[in-house]
């Protein structure tokens, strides 16, 4: 082994990363069987928007969309909904209460970073266990199949991560609120409140009323869900759709990080006063 | 009788030890009496949106909806007063070993381990839930029947067992996956489900609501009762429904128990 002076930063750093990565993957297999329950949650809200807008489009198509329409939409937001989870607000709540927050500030790492590896860890498997049962259900049901495009689906991808990315500096921003007030998560349930139509989770944006998905266009709600969604059922076809897609993405990445580092400089200094 | 009385008994005493225990949080109150009416409104916007697509859902008018939404709410506040703080806390008490406690006590461990906490404050969403209830009944129009009174009640009631029901079949399971630890997710998920009437649902989900997790009977039943769609021999199934999934969850619950070893035994 080399002495830890001769190597890079960036080694150390990834190998950092790797243990937490590893360690978070480890804990989640023990608590398999909660997960497979959390699973089950998730999806049966898509679920239920999907059975009551199955009969709604029993006599035709509701605004353009038809009853398969609404079936590989709702598949696409349990799958996305999956992937760009955010539950962080509620550790980082628990954290900065039960006094946990203190040994994670004496590591060499932001706790952000271990906060990364627990989502990387969690959702690309469980994620996986949804695109399978999407495949799966495929099979046997013709309307929830999407044509296969691989130059779509590589972009669908990359939707995915930048909306996984933004939901999570979102949510992670908001709960180190807590350095300042006991309610940061109900902040958090707000937001998650004002996602089902704002986001798309109760419906495709169209079907909204055009003054609300007119407002949902200038925040970050469309980007998280909404986007990476129509790309996969391919209601995004146009490039300039693409594009202005993927600069609100950008956009709004750059705010929340911004935001989660303002946040994290000032809680944490605020933080120090009041323990000190 | 005197075993019931007893326990009515103990249940005064739990029960105020609680209400001074939560006087000291009021700011609770204002927030959580704030969170629910955030998810009413939420919650009525989405029925809204539906009907902006549709007259309407599965034969149930907007405020018909509203009037099971009402209901809904009410129910959920009977989960989050009582269920939830209660029975809810069964898997980290079998988990822990704490169950030991509650064995050792001369009142019954269902009724102890069901009814042990009231979390006060949440009884406004009943309240609020019955409210709504009662303005969107008044939206439709109709005339209330002392008949139709009388079936809303015991229908409610019956709801309220069902739920009682789900709660215990679902903690019960922790006595067999003691490493399961959000149980109560799983109500919370298809829970969900009873936002709306059971009609507004294609027929797969509509027998998996009425026949295999009876959500059916919580919300579409009552505001049957309240909207007109209610006839006798339904509301005396419904009653039927109510006993035997009473009935049932007992039975699991004496079996379960049998498999109590303590922690770590």
Known sequence: MSPASSRTPFATFRDQYAELMRSAFLVDLQYR????????????EPIISLGIWWSIAAGGAVDGYTREGFARYFFGVALVNQATLSWDAWNIDRWIREGEMNHRLTRPIAPIHEAIADNVAYKTPTATIILTMWIIASLFWPAVRIPFEPGRWSLAIIAIVLAAAIRFLNGYATGLLAFWTTRATALVELQFGLSLFLSGRIAPLSLLPPRVAHVAEYLWFPYVLSFPVEILTGAVTTSEQYLRGFAGQAIWLAIWL??????WTRGRRHYGAVGG | MKRFTRAMIVLRAFWQLNWLEELQYRGNFVASLLGTIFWLVMAMLTVALYFRHTPQLGGWGYWDVVVLLGIFNALAGVVETVLRPGIGHLPTDVRSGALDLVLVRPVDAQFYVSFRRLDVWRLADVVLGLAVSGYAFVQTGRAISAWELIAFAVTFAVAIAVVYAIWVTLMSFAFWFVAVENMAALFDAVFE??????????????FLFVYL?????????PASALTGRLNPALATWAAAVGIAALGASRLLWRVALKRYTSAGG
């Open chain 2, 213 to 221: 997790i009876p959500i059916a009977w919580t919300t579409t039943i």
């Open chain 2, 193 to 206: 489900a009873a936002r709306y009437p059971v009609s507004a649902y294609p027929g797969a989900l509509r």
């Open chain 1, 258 to 263: 911004a935001l989660y580092l303002v946040v």
């Open chain 1, 33 to 44: 069987a909660s997960i497979a329950i959390w699973l089950i949650w998730g999806v049966t």
